[in-house]
């Protein structure tokens, strides 16, 4: 009987620590300028969100015990369900597809890292959304983005050009 309730709780907090890391990645990619590039991160992280949440909501309160630390694991998910809420989950599904590099505008001369891209991110039925945005890259997995200058055409450190990428595979006409 010991051993069931060790590994319970074992499950538990190995639960909890894995929605931790997926709050954690959600938080820098929603909130900051680092913004997850990989697709099946970004779904992984976005999906473990928003059905994470009720499922460790409902461990929390079967399998902890009594005490601060089921207070504290029972807390978390209740205010990120109320984020969820607030934040309006279907708002937050439009955002789980990653920006992809259509075109790459610019070239740092410094850094081969630094790039000016049109980015554009599809949003199902409604469309794609557009940008063009400097882009540092950091690991495949994550890029740190910023608003590019508005005439890179005069720095020196930037040379034009006008690379496809098309990472979305659109065919054109």
């Known amino acids: 009987m010991i051993k069931d309730e060790s590994n319970e709780k074992n499950s538990v907090e190995t639960g909890n620590s894995l929605y931790a890391i997926v709050l954690l990645l959600f938080f820098i990619d929603w909130y900051t300028c680092v913004e997850i590039k990989s697709q099946v991160l970004k779904s992984v992280v976005y999906w473990g969100l928003l059905a994470g949440t009720p499922v460790i909501l409902i461990l929390n309160i079967l399998l902890l015990s009594k005490g601060v630390q089921k207070i504290i694991a029972i807390s978390i998910p209740i ?17 789980i597809e990653s920006w992809k590099t259509q075109t790459i505008i610019y070239k740092n001369r410094k850094s081969e890292n630094r790039k000016i891209e049109h980015q554009m991110q599809g949003i199902g039925a409604f469309g794609y ?18 608003i590019p200058e508005p005439h890179p055409e005069k720095n020196p450190d930037w040379v034009k050009v006008n690379l496809e990428v098309n990472e979305l595979d659109l065919k054109y006409p």
């Not at 809420?85 to 955002?95: A, C, G, K, T, W």
């Not at 690991?139 to 740190?144: A, E, G, L, Q, R």
């Open 79 to 95: 205010l990120l369900s109320v984020f969820i809420v607030i934040n309006n989950p279907f708002d937050i599904l439009l955002r």
């Open 129 to 146: 959304r557009k940008r063009n945005i400097e882009v540092s890259y950091i690991i495949p997995f994550f890029i740190i983005i910023n």
